[in-house]
């Protein structure tokens, strides 16, 4: 059973950046397509950004688009969110998940998640 944990959340100003990492034990990540996902207060969880198993391709939601670089490293068993210019509207419990299928993630049917980091973004 493969287990997701996710670090590197806190509380930055706006413009600031962080970086996102989730870790993978119990499992080996570089089979299955990993994403970020981020739910706001009162708000459904959205997606973020998506990239395949071995990390060719990715996608993002428009709302990031530009700012966040979703990256692997199969050897490190990690996932990494890099969020760059972060506005007030970032702010969100921030969720990784990996899927064996690219809709499936997409599609928030994620065969493992992890427990969230907390991203609170200050204007």
């Known amino acids: 059973q493969m287990q997701l944990v996710e670090s590197g959340g806190g509380l930055v100003q706006a413009g600031d950046s962080l970086r996102l990492s989730c870790a993978a034990s119990g499992g080996t990540a570089s089979s299955f397509f990993m994403g970020w996902f981020r739910q706001a207060p009162g708000k459904v969880r959205e997606f973020v950004a998506i990239i395949m198993a071995n990390g060719v391709s990715t996608d993002y939601a428009n709302s990031v688009k530009g700012r966040f670089t979703i990256s692997r490293d199969n050897v490190k068993n990690t996932v990494y969110l890099q969020m760059n210019s972060l506005k007030p509207e970032d702010t969100a419990i921030y969720y990784c998940?990996?899927?064996?299928?690219?809709?499936?993630?997409?599609?928030?049917?994620?065969?493992?998640w992890g427990q969230g980091t907390q991203v609170t973004v200050s204007s």
């Open positions: 998940a990996a899927s064996t299928g690219w809709a499936r993630l997409k599609a928030h049917i994620g065969d493992y």
